[in-house]
Nanobody, 122 residues
Framework: QVQLVESGGGLVQAGGSLRLSCAAS????????MGWYRQAPGNQRELIAT???????MYADSMKGRFTISRDNAKNTVYLQTSSLKPEDTAVYYC????????????????WGKGTLVTVSS
C-alpha cells in the first residue's frame, strides 16, 4: 500500500502564508508526478499545481503567483508554499502522487492524501 499524509494546514490571517507538506510512504519504486489540489465548501476540487520527477512545474492559471510547488525526491515529499493568502483560499488541500510500486510495473497509479484544512480569516 501507499500512504500520503499532508501536514502544515491551519488557521492563518489574510495576507499570511503557510507551507504545506505531503509525504508518501509504503511500497514505492518511483514517483512520477506529484501535485496539489484544493476543495472549498460547496465547490469542486480544483488543481493548484503539479511537478514531475524531473522538476517540470505546471500551475493552474488562477493559482500563478501566490503558490509555489517543490519536491524532494529522496524524501518522497511534495511541498506547497502559499503566500498572501485570502479568505477565498480557505479549503481542504489535497496532494496526490503518481506512484510506480515495483520495477515490474510499466505505469503508475494515483494515490491521494486525506487533506489538510487551511482556514484564512479576514
Amino acid at each position: 500500500q501507499v500512504q500520503l499524509v499532508e501536514s502544515g494546514g491551519g488557521l492563518v490571517q489574510a495576507g499570511g502564508s503557510l507551507r504545506l507538506s505531503c509525504a508518501a510512504s509504503g511500497i514505492i519504486f518511483r514517483i512520477n508526478s506529484m501535485g496539489w489540489y484544493r476543495q472549498a465548501p460547496g465547490n469542486q476540487r480544483e488543481l493548484i499545481a503539479t511537478i514531475t520527477r524531473g522538476g517540470t512545474i505546471m500551475y493552474a492559471d488562477s493559482m500563478k503567483g501566490r503558490f509555489t510547488i517543490s519536491r524532494d525526491n529522496a524524501k518522497n515529499t511534495v511541498y506547497l508554499q502559499t503566500s498572501s493568502l485570502k479568505p477565498e483560499d480557505t479549503a481542504v488541500y489535497y496532494c496526490y502522487a503518481d506512484v510506480v510500486r515495483t520495477f515490474r510495473d510499466s505505469i503508475g497509479m494515483d494515490y491521494w492524501g486525506k487533506g489538510t484544512l487551511v482556514t484564512v480569516s479576514s
